[in-house]
Structures are given as structure tokens and as C-alpha cells.
């Protein structure tokens, strides 16, 4: 999930892209920031850039999905 978001999916396009449901993709969100220990979205990407997640490119394309 983290990968997704590094990629720019918001909520709505995770929840699509993984067939979860909204509220269930900000539970997991939610749990992601505190094991991250960050505040936002915006420090969570830094930090998932910073070892290499949402860079590749790959799931590009799943964002306008």
C-alpha cells in the first residue's frame, strides 16, 4: 500500500486498485503513519521514496485507473 502511495494514488484509487473498501484503506494508512512514526501523507512519500518505493514508474498507470 505504501508503494501506492508513494506512486501519487490517493485513497480512492488505492481502495479501487487493491478492491478494498475507502475505509479500510485509511485504517491501513493510518497504522502506516504511526509504524512510520509521521505526521502525513507528504512525510510517508519521503520516507517510502527514500528506500526506493514509488519511483520505478511502474504503477504509473494504475493511477488514472
Do not use: C, W
Not at 29 to 56: H, M, N, Q, W
Amino acid at each position: 500500500m505504501l508503494e501506492l502511495i508513494a506512486t501519487g494514488m490517493n485513497n480512492s484509487a488505492v481502495a479501487r486498485h487493491l478492491s478494498l473498501s475507502p475505509k479500510t484503506v485509511r485504517n491501513y494508512i493510518s497504522s502506516i503513519f504511526t509504524k512510520l512514526r509521521v505526521a502525513d501523507r507528504s512525510e510517508a512519500i519521503v520516507r517510502a521514496r527514500t528506500v526506493g518505493l514509488g519511483l520505478s514508474g511502474q504503477l504509473a498507470g494504475a493511477v488514472s485507473h
